[in-house]
């Protein structure tokens, strides 16, 4: 069976019958709903906070609070909207609880340690690597978050500043540093190559 987008009204009518579920104590109706949202929260919170050791925890969390929470869930968002604000929160508290980034600035006249030695062939090396991830490494966790919910998770600025819980404005401003960012990463790779 094919899982219908999480943007689709029917996919969003079924999140919030699970929640209502839950609400009401259905444990059944939560799993449901921590099954279906296990796999986006894992590549969401990964992309924000970037330790894979503490996914799973931090995902937990988020759950412990959907089902703590799920009676105040009013509906005037995306049920995805309402979660993955609690993951974003949740995602930043445990990224500066677990590294603080010296600089989120970025300087590419610094040699990259994530390029390998001049002597060997590091294209090839650089495509068995993961680049995309190279480069969000490049961004700070806010400017990640908004890149991931915009990209992979479809999400309009208007919902991604009710999650970031800033104006839409600075969201706007994050994505175009992003923007400008990678394209300087990526000015530098087609440099190099």
């Known amino acids: 069976m094919m899982q219908k987008p999480f943007s689709s009204q029917e996919q969003q009518a079924k999140e919030r019958h699970l929640i209502a579920e839950a609400a009401a104590g259905n444990g059944k109706a939560f799993e449901q709903l921590y099954q279906l949202y296990f796999n986006r929260l894992y590549q969401f919170i990964f992309r924000v906070n ?70 060997v062939h590091w294209v090839s090396q650089l495509e068995d690597s993961n680049w995309l991830e190279a480069a969000l490494e490049k961004l700070s966790a806010e400017q990640r978050a908004v890149v991931e919910m915009t ?33 300087k990463f990526f000015l530098e790779l087609n440099s190099r190559s």
């Open 50 to 119: 970037r330790h894979h050791d503490c996914i799973e925890e931090i995902i937990n969390d988020v759950m412990y609070v959907v089902w703590e929470k799920a009676a105040t869930y009013d509906q005037t968002c995306r049920p995805s909207t309402w979660i993955l604000g609690i993951a974003y929160l949740k995602s930043l508290k445990s990224a500066k609880r677990n590294t603080k980034r010296e600089d989120e600035s970025v300087e590419f006249n610094d040699e990259l340690d994530y390029f390998p030695d001049r002597r």
């Open 151 to 183: 990209y992979f998770q479809g999400l309009h600025y208007s919902e991604i500043s009710e999650i970031m819980q800033c104006p839409e404005n600075t969201v706007k401003t994050r994505m175009f540093h992003a923007r400008k960012i990678l394209a």
